[in-house]
């Protein structure tokens, strides 16, 4: 996790505390790329360190899509604007977040659409606040899902959480599982509801959206 001791790290820190451990023969980096504490690191400091090190570090030419640069900075604002259609298209593939399954206030049970809380240690970028279409997947099955991504106001230490639905399905136990969760698209942005009653008739539209999204 990308955190103010990892970006406190000099560029040999850096490949010390987590290339070197991978053992890498090859690394490739794209054009500008930068790291270590002010950006200090780049192709050429990989290059020499790879050389102490046996692995051999090479510059990628920048990608073009139409007149967009395919970038991780591109690609992480897209997400941070909820905007995972393009970002896939960018990425290649589906955006998604894995994580092992947590017990949770169990407040989707009681309004019949149970969710799946996924741990907070997860990995894969969060996209920006909402409601998403997109697909669980678990023991190598392929569920078809809707995605929360938001703020839970009752824990304050943990303000954005994933929790997901499997469409369709209340009868799954997943808990302790790991399992992976692509983002296809948005259905809505993130909102507070005034009642239980409005919060349910609300997730009801949602599934039915994601459900249209994704045909099922």
């Not at 794209?30 to 050429?44: C, D, L, P, V």
């Not at 640069?69 to 990425?91: M, P, T, Y």
Request: with cysteine.
């Amino acid at each position: 996790m990308f955190d103010s001791e990892m970006a406190s790290l000099s560029p040999t820190e850096f490949i010390e505390r987590y290339l070197l451990p991978l053992s890498p023969k090859l690394v490739l980096v794209g054009e500008g790329f930068r790291f270590g504490a002010a950006g200090a690191g780049n192709i050429e400091v990989l290059k020499a360190e790879g050389q102490k090190h046996g692995f051999v570090a090479k510059q990628v030419a920048t990608v073009m899509l139409g007149d967009t640069r395919v970038s991780a900075s591109e690609i992480r604002a897209l997400l941070d604007a909820g905007n995972v259609a393009q970002a896939n298209v960018l990425l290649g593939r589906n955006h998604a977040t894995e994580g092992i399954v947590e017990h949770g206030r169990k407040l989707g049970r009681e309004l019949g659409f149970p969710t799946a809380n996924i741990a907070r240690d997860a990995e894969g970028y969060l996209p920006g606040d909402g409601i998403y279409a997109g697909y669980m997947f678990v023991d190598g099955i392929r569920y078809p899902a809707a995605h929360s991504v938001g703020t839970n106001d009752s824990i304050a230490a943990v303000p954005r959480l994933l929790e997901s639905h499997v469409i369709g399905r209340t009868d799954l136990d997943l808990y302790d599982k790991v399992v992976r969760c692509e983002y296809i698209e948005r259905v809505r942005g993130w909102a507070k509801f005034s009642s239980i009653d409005e919060l349910k008739q609300q997730i009801a539209r949602d599934v039915a959206a994601a459900s249209a999204i994704l045909e099922l």
